[in-house]
């Protein structure tokens, strides 16, 4: 109960100055409240955003696509990570590609998105689950060709089978790498969430994002950052408590 304590109290401390700077430099005009409203205004603009069911709306929306972005991009990242890590002719003809595609960021992507799949809801999937994959395979690829020898040279001494040793000593050495990839990729799903809602949206936190700042809404942009930040922060959480759970192993 301490530790939970200090951990609120490191969380909560912080923020609340962070807040009250914040307000201060509003009510005395250190800097534009146009530009930078105080948080009483950010705060009031979200509860309008709540009363008119925008903030539930885009926050299910965006919810709902970087789910999907990310469940079709960890899939394939994990998979094509395990092949190019383990067969040789995967890793000759796939990693090179894919090392060169790590660069590109998602919003360049947003182009050829809507060329190949339309303004509906596809590309946007794309955009996601491409930033995803990346950051998955490139973590599973990793872990998965650098389990050390020993592990390997000792469950075949053992007389292990190749599926027992693949099972029993490959999934578990490299799943900290493999967990590490999906927290990564589930991060990079919110922030390649907001260039694919960019084009082609009616709803959701990027294109709220974009509509307030056609309208030099800065409160609402800010209700949109915030979002955003809770949203990341929030999953990133949930992946810490996982890992402490799924790999104890690594904790030992």
């Not at 994002?209 to 809770?230: H, K, N, S």
């Amino acid at each position: 109960m301490r530790s939970l304590a200090v951990r609120v109290r490191n969380l909560v401390v912080p923020l609340v100055a962070i807040v009250a700077v914040w307000q201060l430099a509003s009510s005395i005009a250190i800097v534009n409240p146009v530009l930078f409203p105080s948080p009483a205004k950010v705060l009031l603009a979200a509860i309008d955003m709540f009363r008119s069911g925008v903030l539930l709306k885009d926050l299910l929306v965006s919810l709902r696509r970087a789910a999907a972005g990310f469940v079709v991009g960890a899939s394939l990242g994990v998979t094509l990570g395990l092949l190019t890590s383990r067969v040789r002719l995967f890793s000759i003809g796939l990693s090179p590609l894919f090392n060169l595609l790590r660069p590109i960021p998602a919003i360049a992507l947003v182009p050829i998105a809507v060329v190949w799949f339309g303004i509906g809801e596809e590309s946007k999937y794309f955009v996601i689950a491409y930033t995803v994959f990346l950051a998955v395979w490139l973590n599973t690829h990793h872990g998965m060709e650098h389990v050390p020898d020993t592990y390997i040279r000792a469950a075949r001494s053992l007389g292990a089978s190749r599926s027992l040793e693949f099972l029993q000593v490959v999934v578990p050495a490299s799943a900290p790498h493999i967990f590490a990839g999906l927290r990564f990729g589930a991060a990079l799903a919110f922030l390649s969430l907001v260039a694919a809602e960019l084009t082609g949206a009616s709803s959701g936190i990027g294109y709220r994002l974009d509509e307030a700042r056609q309208y030099i809404l800065v409160d609402r942009m800010f209700v949109g950052l915030i979002e955003l930040g809770v949203l990341g922060a929030t999953l990133d959480t949930l992946f810490v408590w996982l890992g402490r759970r799924l790999i104890h192993w690594e904790q030992a």
